[in-house]
């Protein structure tokens, strides 16, 4: 499908997610590419910095390590006596990793034990929050990922069913039923996405 925009000779590309986006990247190196809701632009080889990405791509993402750090502080300030927090990820997205390693860094610096559980599919979500309740968790994050977002209610089904307070990442996945979300205005950042042009070269967008 990328080939075939490129074919077509369009003026621009927009992806959603970083599914779609290495697609674009690799289908051109001409014509401008704008992409949302990339978590990490720089390790997922879309740009070569925040502040100046170079090549033909530019956009907006929706995660940060200050997020991650605010959300567990809001979770920390709500749930009584929290020292211990799962991260839900999906093992077979590139971000894992880095969620991983973002989660770990900011839990340590506000004195929570971050432990991570993985479900790379529906059929592992509720075995996860099984386990999160077997290790004796006290609360449950999770970063934007498209599962997490497709399966927002059976989520926070799961988690209320367990008496896990769930810290989200955007107003879609709050209202499914989490007991808080701190994030970007995905609305937002989709009506920003169109504002991009190919003179736009001055940096990536935070949140």
């Known amino acids: 499908m990328s080939a075939e925009l490129v074919a077509l000779k369009v003026d621009v590309l927009v992806t959603v997610g970083t599914q779609t986006a290495p697609y674009a990247r690799d289908a051109t190196t001409s014509i401008p590419v704008v992409f949302i809701f990339v978590p990490d632009p720089v390790g997922s080889n879309f740009a070569d910095s925040l502040g100046r990405p170079g090549r033909n791509m530019t956009g907006l993402s929706q995660f940060g390590a200050d997020i991650v750090l605010k959300r567990l502080q809001f979770l920390k300030d709500i749930v009584p006596r929290l020292s211990r927090v799962a991260l839900l990820v999906n093992p077979n997205t590139e971000v894992a990793s880095l969620y991983k390693r973002v989660t770990e860094a900011a839990a340590a610096e506000l004195g929570l034990n971050n432990h991570t559980f993985e479900a790379p599919s529906l059929d592992e979500l509720g075995r996860a929050f099984d386990a999160m309740v077997k290790a004796g968790m006290q609360a449950v994050t ?14 926070a089904t799961m988690t209320l069913a367990r008496r896990l307070p769930l810290a989200v990442w955007s107003r879609e996945t709050f209202e499914a039923g989490a007991l808080l979300s701190y994030g970007a205005d995905q609305v937002a950042m989709c009506r920003r996405g169109p504002v991009f042009r190919r003179q736009d070269t001055e940096g990536c967008q935070a949140p």
């Open 142 to 155: 999770i970063n934007g990922e498209g599962l997490a977002y497709q399966q927002r209610a059976y989520v």
